[in-house]
Nanobody, 117 residues
Framework: VQLQASGGGLVQAGGSLRLSCAAS????????MGWYRQAPGKQRELVAT???????RYAESMEDRFTISRHNGKNEVYLQMNSLKPEDTAVYYC????????????WGQGTLVTVSS
């Protein structure tokens, strides 16, 4: 399975971006897809995840500005980011993970989001 993330770019503070991640190959229901980010000099952190059943989980600091969604038929996951702040600047990675057999844990290559002040 390969994950291809897109939608990153340069945006001014207060602006919005929508990230997309497409999974190619065989994925199974019952998995969790999500977004993580890594800012320069910092550890990778959770942004949001969503199960195939639609259950979402957000990092507390982002849940009022970011919305995760997915299209199961297309094996795609999205992240709508509003009211962006300079501290949101990071490489955003998508992930597909399944803890039940068949298990897998795949990461995309990342897409850079830069928020200017």
């Amino acid at each position: 399975v390969q994950l291809q993330a897109s939608g990153g770019g340069l945006v001014q503070a207060g602006g919005s971006l929508r990230l997309s991640c497409a999974a190619s190959g065989r994925v199974f229901s019952g998995d969790s897809m999500g977004w993580y980010r890594q800012a320069p000099g910092k550890q990778r952190e959770l942004v949001a995840t969503i199960t195939s059943g639609g259950t979402t989980r957000y990092a507390e600091s982002m849940e009022d500005r970011f919305t995760i969604s997915r299209h199961n038929g297309k094996n795609e996951v999205y992240l709508q980011m509003n009211s962006l702040k300079p501290e949101d600047t990071a490489v955003y990675y998508c992930r597909a993970r399944r803890i039940y057999s068949p298990t897998y844990d795949y990461w995309g290559q990342g897409t850079l989001v830069t928020v200017s002040s």
